[in-house]
């Protein structure tokens, strides 16, 4: 069965550090992918998402996240992240060809201290 | 102004009860999704309509059963509620097709005890 993993669970970092956040998926077909992210208390929203081309994709608040085919990856980044984007972040993929269903990793929770 | 709008926020009820979730979408959308995540943020689908027509039915006991009256509504009732149904459920809705985003109502905690 499909599946999407995220590795790290939960993620401290200081404001101003870098961020990567990994996430990995096991289906050998054409897939598309999207980072969610749900902030305290918030509903989830689109961070960015990758259907095609360039495999670097940049989204709102400064994030950005690469596609590598060959490892099945799509790994979030941020250069330096700030004490608002401490949230839960949730990688999906969805089967290109198939209905739009996302299939979600187990999100990673982020805490950023000032 | 909402887009997707659920109700009731919060959910307490005793076990082997029946009870039903709303969801409304103001975006035009014709797709609406169910999701159900558990205690460790685990988001996984249960159903998915496409202008009224299901179209996504995942392994879900068949105590769940989605009502879509037109397409800007899915609503969730849930029979003869069980411990393990103890979860937050999100609708959400989208354009019609793939590569596109899904847009998230705020989430309805369940609590059965």
């Known amino acids: 069965a499909q599946s999407v993993s995220q590795h790290n669970h939960h993620v401290i970092l200081s404001e101003a550090a870098s961020l990567e956040l990994g996430c990995n998926y096991s289906y050998g077909g054409t897939v598309n992918l999207f980072w969610y992210v749900q902030y305290p208390g918030q509903h989830l929203q689109l961070l960015l998402k990758?259907?095609?081309?360039?495999?670097l994709v940049k989204g709102i608040k400064g994030f950005e996240a690469e596609f590598i085919k060959s490892k099945f990856s799509f790994n979030l980044r941020k250069p330096s992240v700030q004490w608002s984007d401490t949230a839960e972040y949730f990688c999906a993929v969805e089967l290109s060809g198939g209905y739009n269903k996302l299939i979600f990793g187990a999100g990673t929770r982020l805490a950023v201290h000032p | 102004d909402t887009a997707v709008s659920q109700t009731p926020k919060y959910l307490v009820t005793q076990m082997g009860n029946d009870k039903s979730i709303k969801c409304e979408q103001n975006l035009g959308h014709d797709t609406m999704y169910w999701y159900k995540q558990d205690s460790k943020k685990f988001l996984k689908i249960m159903f998915s309509y496409n202008n009224k027509e299901l179209i996504i039915n995942e392994t879900v006991p068949n105590r769940f059963s989605p009502k879509s009256p037109d397409k800007a509504h899915l609503n969730l009732h849930i029979n003869s509620l069980e411990l393990g149904d103890s979860a937050v459920y999100f609708c959400a809705s989208s354009p019609r097709g793939q590569r596109n985003e899904q847009f998230f109502g705020p989430g309805t905690r369940l609590t059965v005890l």
């Open positions: 990758y259907f095609s081309g360039d495999p």
